[in-house]
Nanobody, 121 residues
Framework: QVQLVESGGGLVQAGGSLKLSCAASGGTFRNYAMAWFRQAPGKERAFVAAINWNGVNTDYRDFVKGRFTISRNNAENTVYLQMNSLKPEDTAVYYC??????????????WGQGTQVTVSS
């Protein structure tokens, strides 16, 4: 089972940017599609974006399209989430996950511990 560690979260003003990283170990990274989910206080974990094993295909929820970009570097076993034009409603704990190229959380068997993103208005 792949182990995942997220980093890059923090506090940013609305309109700002952050880049999240997720480092994988303990498995064959290129075997997995990778995804980012987020969970805001009192809400369920929600799909944000996914990328297939070679980076050719990506998928985004409508609420981040045009603002967030998912990418991966298979040589470095890392997936990224570039977040621009951040809004207060983007405030959440962000998790990366390894699995199949789908939006359902159940398609992902490996999860990181999460990184907090807080966007102030």
């Amino acid at each position: 089972q792949v182990q995942l560690v997220e980093s890059g979260g923090g506090l940013v003003q609305a309109g700002g940017s952050l880049k999240l990283s997720c480092a994988a170990s303990g498995g064959t990274f290129r075997n997995y599609a990778m995804a980012w989910f987020r969970q805001a206080p009192g809400k369920e974990r929600a799909f944000v974006a996914a990328i297939n094993w070679n980076g050719v295909n990506t998928d985004y929820r409508d609420f981040v399209k045009g603002r967030f970009t998912i990418s991966r570097n298979n040589a470095e076993n890392t997936v990224y989430l570039q977040m621009n034009s951040l809004k207060p409603e983007d405030t959440a704990v962000y998790y990366c996950a390894a699995g199949s190229f789908q939006r359902a959380a159940t398609a992902y068997g490996g999860w990181g511990q999460g990184t907090q993103v807080t966007v102030s208005s």
